[in-house]
């Protein structure tokens, strides 16, 4: 499914001036709130794409790719894909609530990815790409329980989308960061361009 990084850029034109090559080498910890910003944790198939998709919104400060919600601790994108640790492919980010709400949020993350489809997205397989959303807060909490009832009105099939609470969060490895930023794709904030996950 993944193409390293180094190769793929090299195959690429780069349309979007707004790219940004970033390196966070040594630091596995979670992004933590401050100036009043608050963290948001989902799961919904590839991080790639979906990291992208919330780097474009206004609001979101912050994005970082990794692991969450498996039984082995500082896992690696190796032992994730095995499906033996239990993590699910995640984007942690930092947003600020006076420019996007929660629920905002939560409307992107539906609209990123089809929830009914279980351990899956598109060509993906496997437990990793399961649809998940990790709470914060007991508000955070609830507003993603009732957004799940509200969005599983549209569908015959049962959404298949857990909510958990947000547990340890290893960050991926550098490459996987801003991946497809850096292979090209633009992520201007607002920017409505089709995105393209490669695999």
């Known amino acids: 499914r993944r193409v390293h990084g180094d190769r793929l850029i090299g195959l690429l034109s780069f349309p979007c001036i707004n790219i940004r090559i970033m390196s966070n080498a040594g630091k596995d910890e979670s992004l933590k709130p401050k100036d009043g910003h608050y963290m948001a944790t989902f799961g919904a198939g ?9 780097q474009r919104v206004h609001g979101v400060e912050e994005t970082q790719v990794g692991y969450a919600g498996g039984h082995v601790p500082n896992a690696d994108y190796k032992q994730v894909c095995s499906g033996s640790t239990g993590h699910a492919e995640a984007v942690q980010l930092t947003f600020n609530p006076s420019v996007v709400t929660y629920e905002q949020l939560l ?3 539906w609209d ?9 997205q598109g060509n993906d397989y496997g437990t990793q790409y399961r649809s998940v959303i990790y709470y914060h807060s007991d508000e955070q909490r ?11 009105k549209k569908y015959s099939k049962p959404i298949a989308t857990e909510i958990e609470p ?3 969060f290893y960050r991926a490895e550098d490459y996987h960061q801003r991946y497809l930023e850096k292979g090209g794709q633009c992520a201007l904030k607002g920017s409505k361009e089709s995105i393209r996950c490669y695999g």
């Open 46 to 54: 590839c991080f790639w794409s979906v990291e992208l998709v919330f």
């Open 107 to 109: 409307r992107v993350f």
């Open 112 to 120: 990123k990815h089809d929830p009914t489809q279980v351990n899956r």
């Open 142 to 152: 609830k507003l993603a329980v009732a957004s799940k009832e509200q969005e599983q």
């Open 166 to 168: 947000a547990p340890a």
